[in-house]
């Protein structure tokens, strides 16, 4: 599909390649066959050797190494998400440094699988879009998006972004969305040392189409200067893989969320008509993959910034929406991201985060939410389907992943409760795989290197499939069931202040456990 050229779209067709463009490209060539004499890389990023045509596992295609252009503002942290529709748009977000902030561009074009590696990266692009531009929350440098839409749903995107003046990124590849048989990975809990790290190339080498991030990213904890390393440290992987976050309560210690906001792009709020400049990172919000409904939400872990009651009154609409496109056969599963978990055995923590129950769980029952998946507890647990911390076959699974690697922590030492169905300490992250009618769900994960304080701050990186399960689509009788109109604010925000007072306190017990 090609895209407009009316201006008032910002969208132009390029100028012609320059020589220097093409000289940097030819070293690149060069670079990448003497690194390659045995083997190739396809388009879709498999290697090849040429011994043996037989595709070699590598999920995803590489930036072609070499291609930066160099400048005084060169992009850095850049990162790929969802505003619009998953097949036909992409939006990059990234930043640069220095007092002024450059014109900046985001160039791209679709092209052919089978397209040579010299073309991927120095053809000229196709489209070009500007680039808004916003002061960075707490730090000297500046935050760039830009979206291109209208892409062609079944071809890979190739871009680049940055400028003459300020320099140019690496030219990356960002797959198309499948639209049958696809997957996503969900983690929280990151951060930036070993552990996390570990996480990360595992991540790297397993197949997925979309990243669930579950809040508690950086932990910059105010330094905005450890968010610049986080987001250099996963760019091989967030430039080339759609990423969808939450913001978690160590979120809310940089400006009050302010810095999640500034440096993440995400849909409008549900119940916002529009998109808007003065909103591109919010923080509660919901899309469409396929044939699954997502629901982004804090949990009460900005309670500071005083979005709550808008937030409830959004979730209430959201779900109660969903519940209704469910019932029509319009999507199969609906699905809630949040970094509090509602029940948990982690230790000093067990049984629930009450807060949640009085403030979520009958929101989730009420609309047949099928899956919360979760962070915060440095845990993996695995729920059965429940109903107010009991089995229930009509309830919920809930999917605590708070392992990617900020810290390994321990289980309950009174054992689990009923509802649990599998438990793990060490790192790692879940694997969903999603076909009609059918979520298959595998944990992979990496022991620490024993129980002791000091043995948990390491692993040997081992990872394995250590859990699995499958969720089916709710029958029509239980979707007739959870289809209900939404309620108001009077009911929703009835004991609204003494929930809040709990959420505070709950946020502070959680800041003094380093949670």
């Not at 640069?96 to 010299?118: K, Y």
């Not at 200067?225 to 160590?250: K, S």
């Not at 003065?278 to 919901?286: Q, V």
């Not at 793990?424 to 769900?441: E, P, Q, T």
């Amino acid at each position: 599909m090609s895209l407009p050229r009316d201006p008032k779209s910002r969208q132009f067709p390029l100028r012609p390649l320059t020589r220097r463009r093409f000289v940097t490209g030819s070293l690149a060539g060069i670079a990448l066959t003497a690194c390659n004499s045995g083997s190739r890389r396809r388009a879709d990023g498999t290697v090849v050797d040429e011994l043996d045509p037989t595709p070699l596992p590598n999920p995803e295609p590489e930036p072609i190494p070499d291609t930066e252009v160099p400048g005084p503002m060169m992009p850095r942290g850049l990162h790929s998400s969802l505003v619009g529709d998953s097949h036909t748009s992409r939006t990059i977000t990234w930043f640069t440094d220095g007092e002024d902030a450059p014109v900046s561009w985001l160039e791209f074009s679709s092209f052919e699988l089978g397209l040579d590696e010299f073309a991927i990266q120095d053809d000229a692009f196709e489209f070009s879009v500007e680039a808004s531009t916003s002061q960075t929350t707490g730090i000297e440098s500046f935050t760039h998006r830009a979206s291109a839409v209208g892409i062609d749903p079944d071809r890979p995107l190739r871009y680049r972004v940055g400028s003459d003046e300020g320099g140019w990124s690496a030219v990356y590849v960002v797959m198309p969305s499948p639209r049958d048989e696809w997957s996503f990975i969900h983690f929280g809990d990151h951060g930036t040392g070993e552990l996390a790290q570990l996480v990360t190339e595992e991540v790297m080498r397993t197949p997925a189409d979309l990243l669930m991030l579950a809040g508690d990213l950086s932990y910059a904890n105010g330094d905005q200067q450890i968010w610049d390393v986080w987001f250099e440290q996963m760019q091989p992987l967030l430039a080339r893989r759609l990423t969808m976050a939450a913001p978690g309560n160590h979120e809310e210690k940089d400006f009050g969320g302010d810095t999640f906001k500034n440096r993440f792009s995400h849909p409008p709020k549900p119940l916002t008509s529009s998109f808007g400049p003065s909103d591109p990172g919010s923080t509660f919000y919901s899309f469409d993959f396929n044939r699954v409904h997502f629901l982004v939400t804090t949990a009460g872990a900005l309670i500071g910034d005083g979005t709550l009651p808008e937030e409830l009154l959004n979730i209430e609409a959201d779900l109660a929406n969903a519940s209704l496109r469910r019932l029509r056969g319009e999507i199969d599963f609906i699905i809630v991201m949040q970094h509090f978990t509602i029940w948990t055995d982690q230790l000093d923590r067990s049984p629930a985060n009450f807060t949640l129950v009085a403030l979520e769980e009958n929101i989730f029952l009420r609309y047949g939410v099928d899956l919360v998946i979760v962070g915060h507890d440095h845990i993996y647990q695995r729920s059965a389907p429940m109903f107010l911390g009991l089995p229930n076959p009509l309830g919920y699974v809930q999917m605590m992943v708070g392992t990617g690697g900020a810290s390994i922590r321990l289980l309950d030492d009174d054992g689990t409760q009923i509802w649990s169905e599998s438990a793990f300490v060490g790192i790692g992250f879940a694997h969903y795989k999603v076909s009609k009618g059918k979520i298959k769900i595998e944990y992979i994960g990496a022991p620490p290197l024993d129980m002791s304080d000091i043995g948990r701050q390491y692993s040997e990186g081992k990872f394995e499939v250590l859990d699995s399960v499958e969720i089916n689509a709710k029958s029509l009788l239980a979707c007739s069931e959870c289809a209900k109109p939404a309620r108001g604010r009077e009911v929703l925000l009835k004991n609204f202040e003494a929930i809040a007072a709990h959420t505070h306190d709950r946020n502070r017990r959680a800041f003094l456990h380093c949670g």
